[in-house]
């Protein structure tokens, strides 16, 4: 078991698309929340193999993404600061800002270094005793509770020349958000599996309960999707709402109480602005207060100015899944991944970089 | 962002694991997956272990898929 090829047999594929193909009769949208289920639908085909009864929606599942340029503007006015070291995932280089980006400041001789993990943002920090080390801190529920336990070890460690700039946002309050504005139907949710792996399938109960809408988590290998869109079609056949397991081999209902515990020590709710969706209520993360030391926010005294958008571009209706990216006048035209105008088409997962990529641009 | 990939933990030093990858080995932060041992497969994202994966599960899964292909061929 190698977790992986045997979960892309095209034999077992076969098997479960016929199986939708005969109980699927109701047309039904359903709703892939992560950028990361988006690509895995693009990169196997998985949207040209289901039946024309069933359609998928890109969500806005993208933390790169759903970053607002006050958030990006405030990122480069740190990093243009002499002595500062920031320490980012390498995609949130590339995403313009109201005026300018990372990797431009970074040209223009800003110290910006791309890091796999939150560890190297420590390693930095530890290797660099008189520079200050800023963690840029993006990401749903996966990535938070490794920051979380970042900063604890910067604590144990007692470092005192390391902060993190938290973009932190939770999944959930986004989902209830998309959901209350009335902007898209869903008949079914398919909620993120790496997610879910932290937060458990329980997350989601309250779309089930208070929204009529089935949810099935689930994985990312094709069989994983396709078993999921089964389960999907099923409980809307059925008539049923309720919330179930398509990656059964790696979440569970309660989710990973050692990593929540972590997040829950060093964070807490507060309101957070998102690209498109505007400003959600404890859909963010902030620093507690007895970690105020390693808030960057309290650390420096940050003013980067007016934010503006750029003009033309439609990010904020492609994470709501209200227009396909293929509607904005500047896709593939003046916005493609050489010379992104929005967020969606820089991040790997973003839904325009993924209709390019795959060639979504022609449906 | 959420992107996390299978891996089988070689060895453990302390909090660290060395994880198989595709014939490549890595280290691994076991923090938030204290419960992991050397043979398990963990899902990595950023470095990190964020549970690990049920070998039991798997096979039940798989086997559903069996079950249900055996019908569409049968079908068909």
């Known amino acids: 078991m190698k977790y992986a090829s045997e979960f892309r047999d095209s034999r077992l594929a076969r098997g ?66 002499p002595n500062v070291i920031m320490a980012s995932f390498g995609d949130v280089l590339r995403v313009p800002g109201s ?34 080390v800023v963690l840029l801190g993006i990401g749903f529920e996966t990535t938070t509770p490794t920051i979380a336990a970042a900063i604890l070890q910067a604590e144990q460690e007692s470092l005192t020349n390391f902060s993190v700039l938290s973009w932190h946002k939770l999944s959930p309050p986004a989902m209830k958000a998309l959901l209350d504005s009335g902007d898209v139907a869903l008949d079914g949710l398919i909620c993120p599996g790496h997610v879910s792996i932290i937060t458990g399938s329980q997350a989601w109960e309250f779309i089930a309960r208070d929204y009529g809408i089935p949810c099935v988590v689930a994985g990312f290998e094709p069989l994983d999707i396709l078993q999921c869109v089964d389960m999907l079609v099923s409980q809307v056949e059925n008539g049923v709402a309720k919330v179930e397991i398509a990656y059964r081999r790696g979440v569970q209902h309660e989710g990973n109480t050692v990593a929540q515990q972590l997040m829950e020590t060093v964070f807490e709710p507060c309101p957070a602005q998102w690209r498109g969706m505007g400003t959600i209520p404890a859909s963010g993360l902030k620093l507690r207060p007895e970690y105020g030391r390693f808030d960057a926010e309290q650390v420096f005294d940050i003013d980067p100015g007016p934010t503006r958008e750029p003009e033309g571009c439609i990010c904020g209706e492609v994470l709501r899944g209200v227009s396909p990216p293929v509607d904005c006048p500047l896709f593939g035209k003046v916005c493609h991944p050489e010379n992104p105008v929005g967020a969606c088409m820089v991040s790997s997962e973003g839904s325009c970089f993924t209709y390019y990529l795959y060639g979504g641009k022609n449906e | 962002m959420c992107v996390a990939i299978p891996a089988l933990i070689k060895s453990i ?64």
């Open chain 1, 99 to 132: 005026y300018t980006s990372l990797q431009a400041v970074r040209a223009e001789g800003a110290d910006v270094r791309v890091i796999y993990s939150a560890m190297d943002a420590l390693k930095i920090a530890q290797n660099n005793p008189t520079k200050q």
């Open chain 1, 16 to 81: 479960l698309i016929s199986k939708i193909e005969r109980s699927s009769r109701t047309p039904v949208r359903f709703m892939e929340f992560c950028g990361s289920h988006t690509v895995a639908i693009f990169r196997y085909g998985i949207r040209q193999v289901l039946p024309k009864t069933v359609t998928t929606l890109s969500g806005p599942g993208c933390p790169i993404c759903v970053t607002a340029n006050a958030d990006l503007d405030k990122a480069i006015a740190l990093a243009r600061i």
């Open chain 2, 13 to 76: 030093d302390g909090q660290l694991a060395q994880v198989e990858i595709g014939g490549i080995t890595q280290t691994a932060n076991l923090q938030l997956c204290p419960q992991a041992q050397v043979g398990d497969y963990v899902i990595v994202h950023t470095g990190y272990a964020i549970n690990t994966l049920d070998r039991q599960e798997a096979k039940e899964t798989l086997d559903l898929f069996e079950a249900i292909a055996r019908v569409a061929q049968e079908e068909n």
